[in-house]
Every structure is written in C-alpha cells, then in structure tokens.
C-alpha cells in the first residue's frame, strides 16, 4: 500500500466511536464468528452417523470436511475481501452469514453424496466474506497497542463455535437424529444476520490509526504485489498453513477417533471435545492476546515467538491422547494441547493486519485464509483420511491414531518458519 493513499488525521479530531461502542461492535463480530466455526464444525461432529447412513469412506468424509469446503471458501474470498475493502463491509459480513446459515438449515435435507458436497460448498461460499471483513473492522476501531487483545478476544469465537456444535450437535443428534440438528442448528443464523445489519455501524477506513484514506485503492495486482513484498507475510503464511495442516486434521478427526479407538457415543464425545476444543481453545486464545501484548513491549519478535513455545510444549500432550489406553485420561489431556494451539491466533492476526495499508486489511485477510484454509481445512483432513484408509488393512479401527501421529511431523516445519518470521518482523511492521 502506498503511503501517499494516506494522510495523517488530526489527533484533536472528536471520536467517532466511544469505547464502549467499540467493544459492543467486537462482542456482534465474535458472535458472528461463532457461527461460523458453529456451522462449520457440526458436520465435523454428525460425521459418524453421516458415514454410517450414507455409506461413505473416510477419504469421502475428508473430502466433505475439508477440499470441497476450503476451495471454494478460498477461491471466492479473495473478490468478496477485494470489494469489502472498497465498499461496506458490515453489509457483506451480513449478507455472508445469512447465506452460510441457510445452506447449513438445508444440508439436513440432503439425500446422497453428492448433495451433501453441494451443500458443504454453498457453506463455504457464504463463510468467505465473513472473516476478512470483521478483521478490517477490528482493525479500524482497534489502534495497534490494543489490537493483539482485540483479536485474541475475537478469535475466542472459534472456540465458542466449536463448544456449541460439539454439545449441541452431540445432544440434538441424540434426541432427533442428524438431519434434525442441521436443519435446527441454521436457523439463529439467519436471525442474527438482521439483527448485525441495523446493529453495527461501518467505521471509516484507517480510523484507528490516525489516517484518512485520500486515493483509489491499488489494483488487484499491485496489491499482490505489495502483500508479497513483506517476507513477514510470506513466513507467517507458510507458517500458518501447515499449523493449520496439523490442527484440522486433529480436529475433524479427533471425533471419530473417540468414537472408533475409545468405542465413546456422539453424545460423549460431544461433551468431552465441547470442554477441550471449545473451553480449552478459548481460554488460549483469550489469554494469548493479553500475554503476547504485554512480551511485545521487551520485544516484537514474541509475536512469532509465541507460536514456536506453543507447538513445542503441545507435542507430548498429543501424543498422549492419542496412545494412551484410557479414555478419560486421554479426553481430559487433550484439554492442554487446544489451550496451547490457540494461544498465538491473536498475534499472528496482529502482524496479518499490521505489516499492510489500510485499504489492504480485507484483502491481506483474504490471501491469509486463502493459503491457510486450501492447506489446512482443505488438505489436512484429506490427508489424514486417507492415510487412514491405506493403513487400516494393518491396524483396522486404529488407522486413525497412527495417521493422526505421521502428520504431527509437520508441526517441524512450523516452527522454523515461525522463526523466520520473527527475523524480519520488527522493520516491517514500523514500515
């Protein structure tokens, strides 16, 4: 982003926004939030009883979980952040989750396969335009010595997301069966996707950081250009997505993996992953925010840093749940590694959002989950379906556990990168 598209704005300018406003407009952003990991994840949690009625392998399953879903949520969020960061973004979030909210009421419908694909992609049409547009927002309300906190407190809607899909996807497929849950589960959705409209106001473009945007926005090219300048962004994209890689093949196939190795019911495991992914996530991303806000002060390389301290103290909790024999021990422990994983989101949306112009944060966003979710959400539950599938002739209902253990090994690669992240950060982001 060129400087000369923006011009200081006068401190003595009055406030637009209160603070209190302000923090009302972050808790609308983190429930909206929460409805999309909501949505996203009650497949991940009915996916047993899906398997078993619609006679799918587990390679179908990853691919219903995961590439069919990023693909398209990746390839249709890089036009939808390009017009967000020209236009309304509070109209986009709104219309965005209206949209993934009725594809999610209408997948209980579905009667083979295919149909089951469909209705996944039209939920990852609709995801696409939510997350990059409330980053900018957060980014223009928040000035930056707050905004590891913001986001840290934004990304605890993942968590809550998850906790409510594990519990009440496990507690309605009980009562009324799979189909039912969706269908149920769709409709606070599109509520709340009125209620957003009226409730939020736009705020005007680099309002935060003291800046009036004076100039057209770069085109497409010359944006790409600039975000790809920033070796800060190329590592902490490489960094990200195979940490991703690791954490969505983990979590949409920790279910299963209950449910086969440990013989627990959907009901069990949806209490139990409700408390580790759902509380134990939030709690890391929550208090990572505060943590890293109060390290960068010594040092801004902590923002990387942070990542590198989180993937190697969750290594041996991992391990643990997956080789132990016991149940509960295993389903307590899994608790630590979900606090530890979360513990840098907030960080690394900082810098994402830090290191480009304001008329870029939408689209740096977009590119950030573009790679993050094609890698990630899209091949990391592939690949672990399918190397359960090829090792199952030797271990049978364990596959999981030992493909679940060989893409561990990624967790490696993170973390030089993350280093190599760190290396460059502190010119780029005073930049």
Request: positive net charge; glycine residues 10%; contains cysteine.
């Amino acid at each position: 982003m060129s400087k000369q598209n923006e011009i200081p704005n006068s401190k003595n300018s009055p406030a637009l926004f209160s603070e209190r406003y302000k923090w009302y407009v972050l808790m609308m952003l983190t429930i909206v939030g929460a409805l999309s990991f909501f949505d996203r994840q009650l497949v991940v949690i009915l996916q047993e009883p899906i398997k078993n009625e619609l006679g799918l392998s587990d390679t179908q399953l990853g691919l219903m979980t995961g590439l069919a879903f990023a693909i398209f949520y990746c390839l249709v969020g890089i036009p939808i952040a390009r017009y967000a960061d020209r236009n309304n973004r509070r109209n986009v979030i709104s219309v965005s989750l209206a949209i993934w909210s009725f594809m999610t009421a209408i997948t209980g419908l579905v009667g083979n396969y295919t149909q089951m694909l469909l209705a996944r992609i039209g939920v990852g049409i609709g995801e696409a335009g939510g997350t990059p547009s409330s980053q900018a927002i957060i980014s223009d309300y928040f000035p930056k010595e707050k905004r590891a906190t913001a986001f840290a407190i934004y990304a605890t809607s993942i968590y809550i997301g998850l906790f409510l899909g594990f519990s009440m996807g496990g507690i309605l497929e009980a009562t009324f069966g799979w189909r039912q849950a969706f269908m149920l589960l769709g409709v606070p959705g599109i509520i709340f996707s009125i209620i957003f409209l009226f409730a939020v106001k736009e705020p005007p473009r680099g309002y935060a950081d003291g800046v009036v945007v004076t100039k057209a926005q770069p085109d497409f090219k010359r944006s790409i250009q600039l975000l790809f300048s920033k070796k800060t962004y190329k590592y902490i994209l490489a960094a990200s997505a195979l940490h991703s890689f690791v954490g969505y093949g983990f979590a949409n196939w920790i279910p299963s993996f209950f449910i086969r190795v440990h013989e627990m019911t959907v009901l069990e495991v949806g209490f139990w992953l409700a408390i580790s992914i759902g509380i134990g996530g939030g709690i890391g991303a929550f208090s990572g925010g505060f943590i890293v806000d109060r390290l960068v002060k010594r040092d801004q390389r902590w923002y990387m840093w942070i990542g590198i301290v989180s993937i190697i103290l969750t290594i041996p909790f991992s391990f643990y749940t997956l080789f132990t024999a016991n149940k509960i021990g295993a389903a307590m422990c899994y608790f630590i590694p979900n606090v530890l994983f979360s513990l840098n989101m907030g960080a690394i949306l900082t810098v994402t959002q830090g290191v480009v112009g304001v008329q870029q944060r939408a689209l740096s966003s977009a590119v950030y989950y573009f790679v993050l979710n094609l890698v990630g959400m899209g091949l990391g539950p592939l690949v672990v379906g399918m190397l359960s599938d090829y090792l199952t002739p030797t271990y049978g209902q364990f596959s999981l556990r030992y493909a679940l253990f060989m893409v561990s090994v990624v967790y490696m690669i993170c973390i030089y990168f993350y280093w190599k992240a760190g290396e460059h950060l502190v010119e780029e982001m005073e930049t």
